[in-house]
């Protein structure tokens, strides 16, 4: 397992360019099997996730080419409905193969996902939607046999919007006969880029960003490119660097719109925020203020930022209040803020922060992927030199992030 060194103390300082999106990529990487032929997916990041994800279309049978951020997909003759164990265990995403397995197969059978341990995220949603769309689930040591003759269009109204049993509707209502309604879906923007992508490919899907898609089943669908949106978490992830540093910087090719409740709460700790199309401009002043947050489904504030806000609070002059309202377990990181001097206390779901004048260096291990990138933040505006271990799960969803952090003048190493 490698480890990163930081040096905390330099203030980030310059541009970086954003990343295409990992939760937008996985669905859409997914969503490819249901086209008979070959599917160009463009603004990939080169993270562990997508080189998961890619690991598993190649195990049940398509060929795939990578390209500097281009994944060639083709899904012609595809060989296999199973996915394989070991995969399916490596991340959470994985379960959303099995909606396309459903809509090109007809059939699959897999085992519970597995992925950061940040809480309890049961796939009943997903499994009681695919049984109202007449599939035929059974349970066997372990693995879920999936099967049907064919899928039929209904209406399906989940009990929270959760984005996973979204995106996993979509592509098993895809190629079903009938109109599908999904109703209380998520909303996230990642949600429209897979429409975005499954109509590009011929599909009739309509209505992402509302409360309402609806699916209407088509025979078959066709070749297509297709680009990727930029990722809004890895956005707010280095606007949060900079401002724990004091720095000053433009994140490039990022929808502002995508990141707004961020640069809320970022302005309200007395940061200096600018917009354009496609840049955000941060400085930070040099006294940060204090503020409260309750994470939400989009467009309220988002639950990968949590960990990320946390740290920068912890900082700041003042008391804050953070109540994380998706995932029950999502405070693993704490400990190591704690350790590196921060001021924080545990009630349930909700942190209490009261800022200190500086965090001091220390030897921290990440728990999860927002919660590591929380410690590096910690780490880059802490005093003295720490040790951030267990970055595998880091590197499963940013992508180049030493080299872009040296760029702004971070004094960071891999080892």
Do not use: W
């Not at 085992?111 to 009943?124: F, S, V």
């Not at 049993?165 to 879906?185: D, F, P, R």
């Not at 992508?197 to 899907?205: E, I, K, P």
């Not at 960003?209 to 990722?231: A, E, M, Y």
């Amino acid at each position: 397992m490698g480890y990163y060194i930081i040096e905390g103390g330099p203030k980030l300082i310059g541009e970086v360019d954003i990343s295409g999106s990992k939760n937008a990529a996985l669905p859409i990487i997914a969503a490819s099997i249901l086209n008979k032929g070959i599917t160009v997916i463009e603004n990939v990041p080169n993270i562990r996730d997508v080189k998961m994800m890619c690991s598993i279309l190649e195990a049940v049978g398509c060929a795939i080419t990578r390209d500097n951020g281009k994944i060639i997909i083709d899904a012609t003759d595809l060989q296999s409905s199973e996915i394989p164990e070991k995969l399916m265990h490596e991340m959470r995403s994985s379960v959303i193969i099995v909606g396309a397995l459903l809509g090109r197969m007809h059939e699959c059978k897999f085992t519970y996902p597995g992925g950061c341990e940040i809480g309890a995220r049961p796939i009943n949603l997903h499994l009681e939607a695919f049984k109202q769309l007449g599939v035929e689930l059974c349970e066997d040591n372990g693995f879920i046999n999936c099967k049907c003759n064919k899928l039929n269009g209904t209406e399906i109204v989940l009990d929270f919007p959760s984005v996973g049993a979204t995106e996993n509707i979509m592509l098993a209502s895809t190629l079903a006969e009938g109109t599908t309604y999904i109703k209380n879906v998520a909303r996230e923007p990642e949600i429209k880029n897979l429409q975005d992508f499954l109509n590009s490919m011929g599909a009739s899907v309509h209505g992402a960003g509302s409360n309402t898609i609806v699916v209407n089943g088509v025979p078959k669908l066709h070749d297509c490119t297709f680009s990727i949106i930029p990722d809004r978490i890895e956005a707010g992830t280095y606007l949060c660097m900079a401002a724990a540093t004091k720095g000053e910087i433009k994140i490039n090719h990022v929808n502002p719109e995508h990141i707004s409740s961020i640069i809320h709460k970022l302005k309200q700790i007395n940061c200096k925020v600018g917009i354009s199309k496609e840049a955000v401009f941060l400085r930070a002043n040099k006294e940060l203020i204090s503020t409260n947050i309750k994470t939400m489904p989009y467009p309220g504030f988002p639950t990968d930022m949590q960990s990320q806000f946390v740290t920068l609070l912890s900082i700041t002059n003042g008391t804050s209040i953070v109540v994380e309202n998706i995932f029950e377990n999502r405070f693993k990181y704490v400990n190591g803020l704690i350790k590196m001097g921060a001021n924080i206390t545990l009630e349930g779901r909700t942190a209490i922060i009261q800022g200190v004048k500086e965090l001091s260096a220390a030897n921290v291990e990440a728990k999860e992927l927002r919660g590591g990138a929380a410690l590096v933040t910690a780490a880059l505006a802490a005093k003295g030199v720490s040790m951030v271990s267990e970055i595998e799960y880091l590197e499963r969803g940013y992508e180049n992030l030493v080299e872009k952090l040296t760029i702004l003048g971070a004094k960071i190493t891999k080892q």
